[in-house]
Structure formats: structure tokens, C-alpha cells
């Protein structure tokens, strides 16, 4: 049970605001996740298993529950598990890329099975993924998902391609932030929607509202990367600085302080001068203002919840929405 | 043109075989390869381009063509493109964990552009797959092609954790074979027999038909690996034992002489070492034993062609069959 988001505080609220279903539901997922991660022989379980039984927020199968609004059965269990495996899959990928060797205070795949078994269960678990979406029978929700693993491939793609450019545009951090975040919060709640019986219509709403939370997230991430506090984010400040990407917060206040518009990322290169980086950016206002910028999503992610849904749901999507900004990690 | 099968010998003969159809089928999976590739920006163009454009023998598309025995439509190009995309993501990949600069003669994605973006380009190129196939409106071809997947990875998953056990069992070379390569046949001659209107029934006989001769193409695969001759197959002799992949010609080998029985495969550390071990392989008349299993599962394919079938299509798949260990490479 503790690796349920029940666990978890503001999520234990958004649980309860949501309904009784929703809780169980979770636990179904956690389930189906183990079964997934279990059902190919002894060399995937002990990879997969340890990727997947670290747990998480689970926030992206809570964004699949509530957005179907009610107690949709296997096939809502299924897309929800569905989403976490392509969120998975690639975390997994990305601690190969990244050489990382912990992730959730646990080691990577990466780290005790090597970057081959890593990479290969990274796709068995984006292939599995699809397979257990098929059994849905509805081709818009595969669609749907496999949208969202094309852009959070070529999410990546683009932020790797901008790698120690600090002059890179807001445009361009912005579209990187939809491919590589964003758009599996949509594809969640548009799961969600189809699966709950909301219609196309409810599903155009709510993929809306989970595009706009996950830029929110995006950018809360990116915030908490320089503002810290590292004891509750489990990581040093700056380490984007030292992997060489440019994100909000760097080009905000680089607008804001020419020493920090002169200064080469590649210049950045151990965690003490990472962290008098993020001081001088956060001297600037700049984290204020990207808060605000993330705060900006949330309150269009808020305005697009339909008001035709009924009290329960709505209210739950509108904390998902505030904790999206609310988090420290 | 020159990327199309159809500049190959005894691929032009099974594309004349199948009808006028098979040809024109082809030419529309390169383009849809094309725009896929094309489609996401200049950063994977290049990347999945070069995959893409590299050719290969299209042999999956071809089966997906083959199996459904008529012009099928648009429906019938996506899932041959699909089902193609799907063997470049593998590729591509592979190539990253290989470390290999060249493949089919020219510079792999991992070459050119570095692991992070090929591992990325391979993550692409499999969620591009399931967009396709998801237009079919078909969920039972997403679950026949994500099972697909899933294999592949358990194979490469299965062939890593095996490397340098030369006391490998024969039961488990055949899964691995079965996994990584014949798994995707499976699925090509599925797809096609699904969207050819085959039926749940004949597309139950083609599956078998399309593992049958994966395992076949696996099996030639690993003899042409020791057989060579290098200037053929594009490579030196004796890559999968430089690679640690224990094979079924080593495996036969190990059975007949001692002195082969006792070799570590981690001896094997250059390549004229490697293509001693292969004439001393080649010696004991395994390559023979191994020719002749292949052949075993080429009969078995031809056996499961249902006998109602038009006969172009039948000689058609029987032909690929027989092509199958007929190849150089």
C-alpha cells in the first residue's frame, strides 16, 4: 500500500474529493502495473518491476480516473495503467541518456541492469503499454497515446538538439515543454473522457485542461530545479544547468542580468558554481515571474473544466489543477 | 526508386508473382516511410530519414502485402508501413547498444547523431507506428503489433542477459529467435490478413505461416553470420561471437567437437580470431545441420498456406518462403 498516492497528502484530498471509486481504482492500477511488469519472465520482472514498484505520484492515472468522472471499470483501469507505462518507459530511457544513477531515491534500471537491459525495458514497457490500450478496442484512445509518446520522443529530441544554447527562444522552451510533458497530461484525460463515456465533445475540454496543467507542471518543474529547496526535491539546485538545458527561469533572468546573458552554460560545471547560478537567477525575480507564468496555465486549465460536470469531479480537477503549482517535488 | 524492393532479383520475381497490385503497394509504404520521417521537423528528419531512407529489403512490408492477398487499400499501406516502422525503431536502437557506426553501408543514427538522439529517433519511429495502425480502427491489429514490440524487446532483453554463455540450451536460442525476430513476421502476415478480410481463420494460418519463416530468417541469419562469405553479407564473419551472441551453429558445433566445447566465447576478441572459430565451426558440417533446421521451418510455413487461397497469392508467399534461406544476406 505505500506505494499507492494515497500516501501522499494533497493526493490523499484529491482521492477523496474525486469519489469513492477513485481510490480503488488507483489500487487496481497499481495491480495491473505489477501484473505487467511481472508477466515476462525473471529478467524484465526485476527491471520493470523496480521501475515500476518505485512508485511515484501516479498523478498521470489520477488525471485518467477523474477525467472519466465515474467507476468506468477494466477498460479505465486499462488506459490508466496504459499512461503510466509510456511515463515509465520513458523515465527509463531518459536515465540511460542521462547516466543517472538513482531516480525516487531508488537505483535505475540503468544503474543495476546496464544501459542495454534499460533501453530494451524501456520499449518492452511502451510496447506493452499499447498492447493493454488494444484491448479497449477504441483506435481514437491508441491514437491518443501514441500521439503523446511521438512528441515526448521528439520532446526530447528538441531538448537535446538545444543543449547549452543559452540563447534558446521562449517559443522554443515552451514547444519543448508541450512535447515532452504536456502532452501525455492531455492524452490522460483525454483517455479519460473517451473511456468515462464523456464524448468527443467532454474529451476536446478536458485534453485542453490536461495540455494546460502539464505546461503548468513543466514549468514548476523547471522552477523547483533552481529555487530548491534541494532537501525536498531530493536533488542538488541546477542540475539542468549542468546537464545544458536552458529552461524558464535562465531565460527570464537572463533578460534581467547581463552577467547571467554573457554567461556560458558550459561554463557551469560542478554543482557549487550550478548553485551560485540559480542564486544570481533567482536575484533577478525571474523564478516570480515564471511561477506566474505556470499559475497563468493553471487558471486557463481551471477556466476550460466544463461546467456541466458533475460537482464532485469538477472540484477534483480543479485541485489537481492548484497542486500541479502547489507541489515541492 | 532505388530504395524500393523491387531493384532486388528474387524480391522483383515474388513482387511479379503476387500480382500488379503487390508493386504499386510497395512504392506507397516508401512514401508514407517518407512523410513519417519527414513529418516532425528538421531535427528527426534527418535522423529517421537516413533510417528510413537506407531501404532495406522490405521483406515485412511485403508479407503485410502478400498476406492480404488483394489491394486492401490505404488501410493495407499503413500496416505495412507500420509494421516496417516498427523493424527501423528495433533497428536503430540496436545500433545504439551495438555502438555500430554502419549499417545496410551507410552511417547509423547513432553514428551521425549520437546515442541520445537515436535512442529518441527509435522511441519515435515505434509511437509513429501505433499512430498509423490506430487509423486502421482495428484494435486487434494495435494488440497483434504491440505484442510484436514486446517481444522484440524481451528477445534483445533475453539475447543480452545470455551473452557469453556458450552452454546456452538449444530451447533457448529458438525462444530468442522466436522472440526477436519471428514474433514480427507473426504480426506482418496477421495485419494483412486482418485488413485483407481474411478473417479471424485465415489470418490464424498466416500467423503461423509468418513465424515459421521468421524463425527460418533468424536461423539463415546466424548460419551467414559463420558462413559468410563476408563479401555478400556486408560483414565480417564471426560478428555474433565478437558480440558474445551464442548461435545455433556454435551450438551445433559445441556437440561435436571438444575442443569447440571448451571454448569461452570471451577468448574470441578479434575478428580473424572470430573467423578461425567459424571455419572450425563450419568444419564439423554444423552449418549444415543448422542450413537443414531451417529449412525444416521453411517446409512447415509452406505446409500451413491455406490451400483455398487465389493461387498468385499462394505461390507468392510459398515463393517468399523458399527466399527466405535462399538470401545472401
Not at 70 to 84: I, K, P, Q, S
Not at 142 to 148: E, I, M, T, W
Not at 158 to 177: F, K, P, S, T, V
Request: hydrophobic share 45%.
Amino acid at each position: 500500500m505505500s506505494a499507492t498516492p494515497a500516501a501522499d497528502g494533497p493526493v490523499t484530498a484529491i482521492v477523496h474529493a474525486g469519489g469513492e471509486h477513485v481510490l480503488p481504482l488507483l489500487e487496481r492500477v497499481e495491480d495491473l502495473l505489477r501484473e505487467v511488469a511481472g508477466g515476462h519472465g525473471p529478467v524484465l520482472a526485476g527491471h520493470a518491476g523496480s521501475t515500476i514498484s518505485a512508485g511515484g505520484k501516479r498523478l498521470r492515472p489520477l488525471l485518467v480516473i477523474l477525467a472519466a468522472g465515474r467507476d468506468a471499470g477494466e477498460g479505465l483501469v486499462r488506459a490508466a495503467t496504459a499512461v503510466e507505462l509510456v511515463h515509465s518507459a520513458t523515465l527509463v530511457h531518459d536515465d540511460v541518456l542521462d547516466l543517472a544513477p538513482r531516480r525516487r531515491g531508488r537505483p535505475t534500471v540503468f544503474a543495476t541492469a546496464g544501459r542495454e537491459a534499460a533501453t530494451q525495458t524501456g520499449d518492452l514497457l511502451f510496447a506493452q503499454a499499447f498492447t493493454l490500450l488494444a484491448a479497449n478496442g477504441d483506435p481514437e484512445q491508441v491514437r491518443a497515446l501514441s500521439d503523446a509518446g511521438s512528441a515526448l520522443a521528439r520532446g526530447e529530441l528538441l531538448q537535446r538538439a538545444d543543449a547549452w544554447d543559452a540563447a534558446i527562444a521562449l517559443e522554443r522552451y515552451l514547444q519543448r515543454c508541450d512535447l515532452k510533458t504536456a502532452r501525455l497530461f492531455q492524452a490522460a484525460c483525454e483517455l479519460g473522457a473517451l473511456e468515462g463515456g464523456g464524448g468527443v465533445g467532454g474529451a476536446a475540454s478536458l485534453r485542453d485542461f490536461g495540455r494546460r496543467i502539464g505546461l503548468a507542471f513543466q514549468i514548476l518543474d523547471d522552477v523547483l530545479d533552481v529555487a530548491g529547496p534541494a532537501d525536498r526535491t531530493g536533488k542538488h539546485r541546477g542540475t539542468d544547468l549542468l546537464d545544458g538545458t536552458v529552461t524558464l527561469p535562465f531565460i527570464l533572468a537572463r533578460e534581467r542580468d547581463p552577467e547571467l546573458a554573457a554567461l556560458d552554460p558550459r561554463a557551469v560545471r560542478d554543482p557549487s558554481t550550478a548553485e551560485q547560478v540559480c542564486d544570481r537567477i533567482a536575484a533577478t525575480g525571474a523564478l516570480d515571474e515564471a511561477r506566474a507564468q505556470a499559475l497563468e496555465h493553471v487558471a486557463a486549465a481551471k477556466a476550460v473544466v466544463p461546467a456541466h460536470l458533475p460537482e464532485r469531479q469538477r472540484s477534483a480537477l480543479l485541485m489537481v489543477a492548484d497542486g500541479v503549482v502547489a507541489r515541492y517535488s
